[in-house]
C-alpha cells in the first residue's frame, strides 16, 4: 500500500476550511473568496456588504446581531479561531473593538485597510507587476473607495501566481 506523504499547501488547507465555512453558515458553493467585515459605521458596513454579494463573494461580519437579508452574509458575534485559516481576505476600519487582525494576517488573510493603520510600517499596496506588497488599503472614508479596494482584491487573485505571491508576502510579513 502506497502512502501520500506530499504536503498539503496552505491553499489546499484553505480551501478545505473555506468548504466547511461555508456549509455552516449556508452560503453558496461556488464563492470564489470568502471575507470578514469588521466595520463599526452601520451605513458603510452595509454599503460594503452589499457590493461583496454583488459581486459573488461571501463574508461574515463581525459583532453585528442585525438581520440584513444579503445574500451571502452572515452576522456572527464572533469567528472561531480554528475557522480563521478558511478566510480569504478581512475590511477593517481601525474602529472595530475585538478584532485580533494580527492573528487574522498569521493565517493568510489579506488585509483591506485604512492606509493609516497601526501596521502600517510593515504593510504596504499589493503591486502584481512587481510581486511586493501585503494589502489593499484606501485613503477616503467613502464607503466607495472601501469597496473599490475589495474590487482590486478581487481582480488581483483571479490570477494564480498573484494569489500565491500575495499569501506569502502576508505570512512572510507575520
Excluded at 59 to 83: F, L
Excluded at 139 to 150: G, H, L, M, T, W
Aim: hydrophobic letters at 40%; charged letters at 20%.
Amino acid at each position: 500500500m502506497e502512502t501520500n506523504t506530499a504536503k498539503t499547501s496552505i491553499r489546499e488547507i484553505k480551501q478545505m476550511a473555506k468548504k466547511n465555512i461555508s456549509s455552516t453558515h449556508m452560503f453558496s458553493k461556488n464563492i470564489p473568496s470568502l471575507g470578514i467585515i469588521a466595520i463599526k459605521d452601520p451605513i458603510k458596513r452595509k454599503f460594503v456588504s452589499e457590493g461583496i454579494s454583488a459581486i459573488g463573494l461571501g463574508a461574515i461580519i463581525i459583532g453585528n446581531s442585525e438581520s440584513m437579508n444579503i445574500p451571502n452574509i452572515v452576522c456572527v458575534e464572533k469567528i472561531s479561531q480554528n475557522d480563521l485559516i478558511g478566510f480569504d481576505f478581512f475590511v477593517f476600519d481601525n474602529e472595530h473593538e475585538g478584532v485580533d487582525i494580527t492573528q487574522y494576517m498569521k493565517v493568510g488573510i489579506v488585509p483591506i485597510m485604512p492606509e493609516k493603520n497601526v501596521f502600517s510600517g510593515m504593510l504596504r499596496e499589493f503591486n502584481p507587476m512587481k510581486f511586493e506588497g501585503n494589502g489593499f488599503f484606501w485613503n477616503s472614508e467613502s464607503p466607495y473607495c472601501i469597496f473599490q479596494k475589495v474590487v482590486a482584491y478581487t481582480e488581483n487573485i483571479k490570477f494564480p501566481e498573484d494569489r500565491r505571491v500575495l499569501l506569502k508576502n502576508i505570512m512572510g510579513t507575520f
